[in-house]
């Protein structure tokens, strides 16, 4: 483990973020916090999940772009192993800041990681702010429904927003496009409770064959496609934009298939 | 240029009044409160500036620009008190603006009226809402002292209006939002949740009011800042307090016993949230940049404020 967070260390301190001299950047991301988490990640990971890795050299080095996957899993998994392989994978290593649910920002200690670690609140200014400053942003543009798929539900793809694309056109953000798959074994929800989730704070809780929604150490895989680039201002009719949306939704289809011919 | 400041008497009233002087400016001051060892060549008027006798001094001294900062905030007034002073002492500053000829207005607010919450932007622009008042009522009259202020860009066409959005002052002095919350040996915060602070020196803070007090052409609405945000955490420890992190259900029956500072409840929420502020506007417009930087910023109040 030490041996591991002195090679996380070295990595983040090869981020290019503008970090100062007390390890902060604008946005409260803390090195001392990313350490640690990085750290528990590698172990996720490298050891407990087998994680398959296709196409990360689609993942520009440094400048503005958007990872834009489907959701895999009852809860973050999917989020965190991408972040894990851009952060393990790339040379230099890139930090992964992902636009997260509204509740998250409410929970005690939850708030506090995420604010540390670089994901802020998913609001447009929020995401045009990071875009602006070259930063890689990762959406699910599924969203909170993508998490509460269930087992026999794990490899669909359900509709897309159109709020990425709109932001992606406003900033000239190129749209890298992933596949996750496995999330669903890891994490087989077979129910969602939604009231005890509501008095919890969070939209459901998802419950596995096992009770708790503790992920078993399956085989998962990630596959990351050629960059899209659309023109446009992010002011087009929904028409225009949502055939747009489709493109995009179609590359993902396309990367999940080309996973699941795989395995 | 004449310069008349409302509020002249508070700390960083003094700084601007000097800075001021130091630029060859005229300056003339309007405060209930002394300022016994003041320069002698400004002048203090101890009047009230919703009463006649400031009236008085618009007229004879005919201000160029006036900067208003005779605002306060829940720490020290009541809530009939501090509508009174805020909104209408507000309206009086620039009623007499508009009745003697006055050709600038800077009104010196306060960055936390864009409010906390869980699902704000983390950086406000000036564009941003004011949702201080939906969570923290005793925000509600600075929010529209700030309002009202903004308006007069509009209603007021001749007048040049600077609305100022300053974050928390720290330094050698003891008054204000964040040093009243940070006086004590032990500083409590909400277990689980670590916000980043936005806080600049007092004397960087004058510097931003006297500059967009007499920068060409200055006007609308600007956030103004200085070192970045932090995390309350580092603040608290780089001030040499001791951080107790309390459940957010106990806290409220904790604030103001056991030696720890008195908070409204409202105030809560902006120890759970950040209230972070995009100034590149006012960078961008004045050239504006704080001298102190955050670690010296802390060892200034620190030193003045030993535990």
């Known amino acids: 483990m030490l041996r591991t967070a002195s090679r996380v260390r070295e990595r983040v301190d090869r981020l290019e973020i503008p970090f100062d001299a007390q390890g902060l950047d604008p946005f409260g991301i803390r090195k001392k916090d990313l350490i640690r988490s990085y750290t528990v990640l590698h172990a996720l990971y490298r050891h407990y999940f087998t994680v398959g890795v296709h196409g990360i050299e689609h993942v520009p080095p440094r400048g503005r772009a958007m990872l834009v996957g489907n959701h895999s899993g009852g809860w973050a998994v999917d989020a965190l192993m991408v972040m894990a392989a851009c952060f393990f994978e790339m040379e230099p290593p890139r930090l992964v800041q992902s636009m997260a649910d509204k509740f998250l920002g409410a929970m005690p200690f939850v708030s506090h990681l995420t604010a540390r670690t670089g994901h802020l609140v998913g609001l447009p200014e929020n995401a045009v702010h990071l875009l602006e400053r070259d930063r890689l942003l990762m959406v699910f543009p599924e969203g909170a429904r993508g998490t509460a798929k269930l087992y026999w539900e794990r490899n669909s793809l359900l509709d897309f927003g159109t709020g990425f694309l709109r932001l992606a056109l406003q900033t000239g953000t190129p749209i890298i496009p992933f596949g996750f798959l496995g999330g669903g074994d890891a994490i087989p929800t077979v129910v969602n409770l939604v009231r005890l989730g509501k008095r919890l704070g969070v939209p459901y809780v998802p419950v596995t064959p096992w009770g708790l929604a503790v992920p078993r150490p399956a085989r998962l895989s990630v596959r990351f496609g050629t960059p899209l680039r659309f023109e446009g201002t992010g002011n087009e009719e929904d028409g225009w934009v949502l055939r747009r949306v489709e493109q995009v939704r179609d590359a993902v289809r396309d990367l999940m298939d080309r996973g699941e011919a795989r395995s | ?307």
């Open chain 2, 1 to 307: 240029m004449r310069v008349l400041i409302a509020g002249i008497s508070s700390p960083v009233g003094r700084h601007v009044a000097e800075i001021l002087v130091r630029h060859h400016h005229e300056v003339v001051g309007v405060d209930r409160r002394p300022w016994p060892d003041a320069r002698p060549e400004i002048r203090v008027h101890p009047v009230d500036i919703r009463k006649r006798q400031a009236e008085e001094v618009f007229r004879t001294f005919r201000p160029e620009v006036v900067i208003h900062m005779a605002t306060v905030t829940h720490l020290e007034r009541s809530t009939h008190e501090r509508y009174r002073i805020n909104l209408h002492g507000t309206r009086s500053v620039f009623d007499a603006c508009a009745r003697h000829g006055a050709e600038r207005a800077v009104f010196v607010g306060r960055h936390t009226l864009y409010g906390a919450a869980p699902d704000a932007p983390l950086y406000h622009r000036e564009d941003s809402p004011p949702m201080a008042s939906t969570t923290f009522p005793e925000l509600a009259d600075l929010v529209a002292a700030d309002l009202y202020a903004s308006q007069a860009l509009w209603r007021q066409p001749a007048l040049d209006t600077v609305v100022l959005r300053i974050v928390y002052q720290l330094g050698p002095t003891s008054v204000g939002t964040l040093p009243s919350y940070l006086r004590g040996p032990r500083v409590p915060t909400v277990l689980g949740f670590d916000p980043l602070f936005q806080f600049m020196h007092e004397r960087d803070m004058a510097r931003a009011v006297a500059q967009a007090a007499t920068h060409p052409g200055l006007r609308g609405v600007f956030n103004v800042a200085g070192p970045r945000p932090m995390p309350l955490s580092d603040l608290i420890r780089g001030v040499g307090r001791r951080r107790v992190p309390v459940p957010e259900p106990v806290l409220g029956g904790l604030l103001g016993r056991f030696g720890l500072p008195r908070l409204p409840r409202g105030a809560i929420e902006h120890l759970k949230h950040p209230v972070v502020v995009d100034d590149a506007a006012f960078r961008e417009a004045t050239g504006f940049s704080a001298h102190y930087d955050g670690p010296e910023t802390m060892e200034a109040f620190a030193r003045a404020h030993p535990v």
